[in-house]
């Protein structure tokens, strides 16, 4: 039997091992990911078949973690680093936007740099600033990367897959509220392409668009204003970076109505962006302006407010009636 059930957590540990036995190329290194196994256990056990040589316990240097993978790429090698947790990226920032990204570019396409870099994101750990951020919109800003965002065990599974055999470097964010969210993952036939948005759950009056941890979010809200008869279109972008911009297009033109959701700030996050396309491409369409729900402009605050900046169902309750008190 092809399908089990797993923690979207382990259903990320599955792909990597499917990875590591595919490609002897392959190897994954970062911090405490050998024989601790992560801060979060989802390289637990890969050092015991793969040996220390293919799952490397680096120094604490997020700089030299990915400045050393950009080498071992363009030497042939296929590389997964891990970052511990999404604030600590920042160190590692000026290899990942001014050398990664440009690699294919600058080399004029004669030789690119595939590396994976995996990041735990997001808030609702109880956690503090630099362990509960969301960063994914200073990524999205720079050509050169693609960006993924999984939020369920299925695609976890096979989208890890996906961005290790992308020829471009791939930042994959992996929310962390949700590793423990337990899902069917199919291991023999393939989620749909990683960086194709999905509709999770058609509806006629109003669309919601969103990703990674605010998916749950998104669904319980449409299941919400279903009892107060709105039938609600949502969508999982899945991937940030390229935007699936038809299938929101095609979903707005249907229900006249968007809401963009996510964890990061809304001040110059992904939902502008995606309000603005949108609104070019349907404004004949719209019955109104697009709403975002996002977090406010501000660092993540302390774990005991922090349930007062995500996101919740509330929220996205009030922008639909937002949006249909047009």
Not at 86 to 99: E, L, S
């Amino acid at each position: 039997m092809s399908t089990t059930t797993m923690t979207l957590a382990k259903a990320i540990t599955a792909g990597l091992d499917k990875v590591l036995a595919d490609n002897p190329k392959s190897l994954l290194i970062g911090e405490d990911i050998g024989r601790l196994g992560g801060v979060y256990r989802v390289t637990d056990g890969l050092i015991d078949t793969y040996g220390p040589d293919r799952v490397i316990d680096s120094p604490l240097g997020e700089a030299g973690i990915i400045g050393t993978s950009i080498g071992m790429a363009i030497r042939g090698y296929s590389p997964i680093a891990e970052i511990q947790f999404d604030g600590f990226v920042f160190p590692a920032f000026n290899q990942i936007t001014t050398q990664l990204a440009k690699m294919r570019a600058r080399s004029e396409g004669r030789f690119g740099a595939p590396v994976v870099i995996r990041i735990p994101y997001g808030g609702g750990i109880g956690s503090i600033e630099h362990h509960s951020e969301s960063p994914e919109a200073l990524f999205a800003h720079t050509a050169g990367l693609r960006i993924m965002a999984p939020s369920n065990a299925h695609d976890a599974y096979w989208m890890i897959q996906q961005a290790a055999a992308c020829q471009d470097p791939v930042i994959f964010f992996e929310p962390k509220r949700r590793y423990w969210l337990k899902g069917e993952v199919d291991t023999e036939n393939p989620a749909a392409d990683a960086f194709k948005a999905q509709v999770i759950r058609p509806g006629e009056d109003a669309t919601i668009v969103t990703y990674g941890p605010l998916v749950p979010v998104a669904l319980a809200a449409a299941e919400a204003a279903r009892e107060d008869g709105r039938s609600v279109e949502v969508i999982d972008l899945r991937s940030v970076s390229p935007i699936d911009f038809d299938t929101i297009t095609e979903s707005v033109e249907k229900t006249g109505r968007l809401i963009v959701t996510h964890e990061a700030p809304t001040f110059g996050g992904l939902g502008g962006e995606i309000a603005a396309r949108i609104t070019e491409r349907s404004f004949l369409s719209l019955e109104a302006p697009v709403i975002r729900v996002g977090g406010f402009h501000m660092p993540y605050p302390v774990a005991k407010v922090e349930e007062q900046y995500l996101p919740d169902i509330d929220k996205v309750l009030e922008a639909l009636d937002r949006s249909f008190a047009y």
